[in-house]
């Protein structure tokens, strides 16, 4: 998963996002779907985007590079929103000889998402990748995965959103 989570931006915002590349892929480049927070897309409904990926090679200490995702011109937004949640996607070609030094490995299970058994309810202990508030959290651009309950639901059928606690050690 850590592998699998990049920091994703705007020249307005930053969010953690994660990366599928379909197994059909076609074009010049590798066609790949960034998933991130809704209101983060909304600040620049047509990009650019910048994504801090890791770099490196086999055996080698990752680095992290910072890429502009410009997606093609639209006037329409170029992101889709899911209905109920605070979570937006998009497709974008990345051109070969970026594909060639950036890995986009995936951690997904298709057969795992969306289990009625795993949303969260209140007082359910969770899991979650960020990204502190500097960029990057760690020297190879890892998230920090902290722990946490459910601690409280939005009160709106609509928003579908809820308060996540946890602690966080200070910052050094």
């Given at each position: 998963m850590m592998?699998?989570t990049?920091?994703f931006?705007?020249?307005h915002?930053l969010?953690?996002?994660?990366v599928?590349?379909?197994?059909?892929?076609s074009?010049p480049?590798?066609?790949?779907?960034?998933?991130?927070?809704a209101?983060?897309?909304?600040?620049?409904p047509h990009?650019?985007?910048?994504?801090?990926?890791r770099?490196?090679?086999?055996?080698s200490d990752?680095?992290v590079?910072?890429?502009?995702?410009?997606?093609p011109s639209s006037k329409?937004?170029?992101?889709?929103?899911?209905?109920l949640?605070?979570?937006g996607?998009f497709?974008?070609?990345i051109p070969p000889?970026?594909?060639d030094?950036?890995?986009?490995p995936?951690f997904l299970n298709e057969?795992?998402?969306g289990?009625?058994?795993?949303r969260?309810?209140?007082?359910?202990d969770?899991?979650?990748?960020e990204f502190?508030?500097?960029?990057?959290?760690?020297?190879?651009?890892?998230?920090?995965?902290?722990a946490g309950k459910v601690a409280?639901?939005s009160?709106?059928?609509?928003?579908?959103?809820?308060l996540?606690t946890?602690?966080a050690p200070?910052?050094?």
């Amino acid at each position: 998963m850590m592998w699998s989570t990049y920091a994703f931006g705007t020249k307005h915002g930053l969010a953690t996002c994660f990366v599928v590349v379909p197994r059909q892929s076609s074009g010049p480049g590798k066609t790949v779907v960034v998933v991130t927070a809704a209101h983060i897309l909304s600040t620049a409904p047509h990009g650019p985007f910048y994504l801090a990926a890791r770099i490196g090679d086999v055996g080698s200490d990752p680095h992290v590079m910072l890429f502009e995702l410009r997606p093609p011109s639209s006037k329409q937004p170029i992101f889709v929103k899911h209905p109920l949640y605070d979570i937006g996607a998009f497709e974008i070609s990345i051109p070969p000889q970026l594909f060639d030094i950036v890995r986009f490995p995936s951690f997904l299970n298709e057969n795992a998402i969306g289990a009625d058994r795993d949303r969260p309810r209140a007082g359910r202990d969770v899991l979650f990748a960020e990204f502190p508030k500097v960029l990057p959290g760690t020297a190879a651009g890892f998230p920090v995965l902290r722990a946490g309950k459910v601690a409280s639901y939005s009160g709106s059928r609509e928003q579908r959103a809820f308060l996540i606690t946890h602690t966080a050690p200070p910052h050094l």
